[in-house]
């Protein structure tokens, strides 16, 4: 009996992963977790990475001021040491970024705390790293709060978050560029473009920032310390106040914008950010941990899962690599942490493959408008396939005939919207995309354009299809409703709407109807064809499909 007491608990504690460490092993964001590994090792303190074009890794030390080369299964190579570096505390050799345009113009950004006591932001050649151009100075530096992720945003231009220097005062004060989000050229300057004129102030009311990140739709998010209580992510608006030192976390304050995750100190004390799949990566500290946060479509937050958790100790840098790879680097040489042998450690993490759903759905059908008025237009398309299920529909928006980009005007479960709140006497044009579960996005369908109605024009109609009754191989609908949504009386109407392949009209009642291809016309008959302002009148037709087809004839428009 004893033996078996026994025998069940030592099964217990190896199922629980004694003395390994205790991964989640599953597939999160795309990566896969349970297949990570340790590629790099003998770093002191990695505060950031920026890769080369040749696939190689930039790592900056935070205490020492070296800037090493890393590859998978290779020990560090020291290629630079940033001069003036001053570290003490959180200070130091922080933020690196190399030139979109490296190839040409071999530039390496560095962001750091300075002899001279601020902190600042300089680049200079591999060739000639002794050689430094000054960008940016003057940052109020201290031993804690200091900021210091730079990263180009899809833009080009460069954005550089920084801490409010312990002096929390600085966040809301627009004259100070600590406890900020700044974003200047690539040589320093106050770009075109920003809130705040002759400022590079892009976002303000930050305690310490020391992630940034864009997603695939180029909307910028920002991870953030809190003091005792509220770590945050943010995403980051130009000219947004986001709270420090009156907030902390979510507040009811509408002067505030209020973060889309919150998490306590202890599970996450967030430094780098990175986005891919959809999702955002945080590096904890202090949570030892990676988190990953599903963006819904809005650009909000899903609910955070957990990686790593207790794994490689403190984490600091997170990006994703050319290699496809998460690459994680440790910082338990900070003097908060346990060191490892191995210490610091670059952690990757492979992208998920067998097993998971890679193939995305196919384009929906060219949606068509239906039911336009003044302020509302009714989208149908057809349905798109995908390997697994489609889980639902993006509905994206441009203003205008051309020109203008497209943004998500909203989500459908099923194969119809109605966009509401539009402009009268207005163009747009639509698209539609799907989604599966593994979000994977089909791609886009046809554009289809739309004018809204001019309110107090004579000519507005509307058409309005009920379906009275529907069997297996068949269907009435009855009635449709025709308005004369104008101000002036008519004489005549045009209704036309798509059917579906394989359906035939066996019949039709006030109204007169011609079948061309998919699209059929329908006029009003010689009693209903004269309609006041105002007033409506209806007509209705039945028709046959193959037995088990669920199609309905669809995209009602009336001229
Ligand atoms: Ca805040
Ligand atoms: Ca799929």
């Avoid at 959809?278 to 946060?293: D, E, I, K, N, S």
Wanted: charged share 10%; with cysteine.
């Amino acid at each position: 009996m004893r033996a078996r007491v026994i025998l069940t608990l030592l099964v217990s504690l190896l199922a629980f992963g004694l003395g390994v460490p205790p991964a989640q092993a599953q597939v999160v964001g795309g990566f896969d977790f349970g297949r990570a590994e340790v590629s790099v090792t003998g770093l002191q303190v990695p505060w950031a990475l920026a890769f080369l074009p040749d696939g190689s890794a930039l790592a900056s030390e935070r205490n020492t001021g070296r800037v090493m080369q890393v590859r998978p299964g290779q020990a560090p190579v020291q290629v630079a040491t940033v001069s003036g570096v001053s570290a003490s505390g959180e200070s130091g050799l922080l933020g690196l970024a190399v030139s979109p345009s490296y190839a040409q113009d071999g530039w390496v950004y560095a962001y750091f705390t300075s002899t001279s006591g601020d902190n600042r932001l300089v680049r200079f050649q591999l060739s000639a790293p002794q050689t430094q151009t000054v960008l940016f100075s003057g940052v109020p530096s201290a031993t804690i709060h200091d900021g210091g992720r730079i990263a180009f945003g899809p833009d080009g231009m460069l954005y550089v978050a920084t801490g409010d220097a312990n002096n929390s005062a600085n966040a809301q004060n627009l004259n100070s560029p600590a406890g900020k989000i700044l974003r200047m050229t690539p040589t320093g300057g106050v770009p075109s473009g920003n809130p705040f004129a002759g400022s590079r102030v892009w976002s303000y009311g930050h305690r310490n920032v020391q992630g940034l990140a864009w997603d695939a739709q180029g909307r910028m998010y920002a991870t953030e310390f809190g003091q005792n209580t509220w770590d945050e992510v943010n995403q980051i608006v130009a000219g947004g106040n986001y709270g420090w030192p009156t907030c902390e976390g979510t507040c009811s304050n509408t002067s505030f914008r209020n973060p889309i995750v919150t998490w306590t100190t202890a599970e996450a004390s967030p430094s780098g950010l990175a986005y891919a799949n959809g999702t955002l990566f945080a590096a904890a500290l202090r949570g030892q941990r990676v988190w990953a946060v599903p963006l819904t479509s809005s650009g909000g937050a899903g609910t955070p899962v957990p990686e790593l958790q207790g794994a490689y100790g403190r984490l600091r840098a997170v990006a994703v690599g050319p290699d496809g790879w998460l690459w994680l680097g440790t910082s338990n040489r900070d003097g908060r942490g346990t060191p490892v042998a191995q210490d610091d450690r670059i952690i990757r993490v492979p992208p998920a493959t067998s097993g998971t759903d890679t193939a995305p759905p196919t384009a929906p059908g060219l949606p068509s408008a239906s039911g336009t008025t003044t302020a509302t237009t009714t989208l149908t398309w057809a349905a798109s396939t995908d390997n697994v299920g489609v889980t639902g529909y993006d509905i994206l928006r441009a203003p205008g005939a051309s020109g203008g980009s497209f943004t998500q005007a909203g989500t459908s479960a099923t194969t119809t919207f109605t966009d509401s709140g539009l402009s009268a006497g207005t163009t747009y044009r639509y698209q539609v995309r799907a989604r599966d579960a593994a979000g994977n996005l089909s791609p886009v369908s046809g554009t289809v354009t739309v004018t809204t109605t001019t309110g107090g024009t004579p000519g507005g109609c509307t058409a309005t299809a009920t379906t009275q009754t529907q069997w297996s191989t068949g269907y009435v609908i009855q009635p449709v409703t025709v308005a004369n949504t104008g101000t002036s009386a008519r004489n005549g109407w045009t209704v036309t709407f798509a059917l579906p392949a394989g359906h035939a009209i066996t019949g039709s009642w006030n109204v007169v109807l011609t079948v061309s291809g998919g699209t059929v016309t329908a006029r009003n008959a010689a009693h209903n064809g004269a309609l006041g302002a105002g007033q409506s009148t209806t007509f209705g037709f039945q028709a046959s499909r193959a037995g088990g087809n669920t199609q309905l004839p669809s995209g009602y428009d009336c001229t």
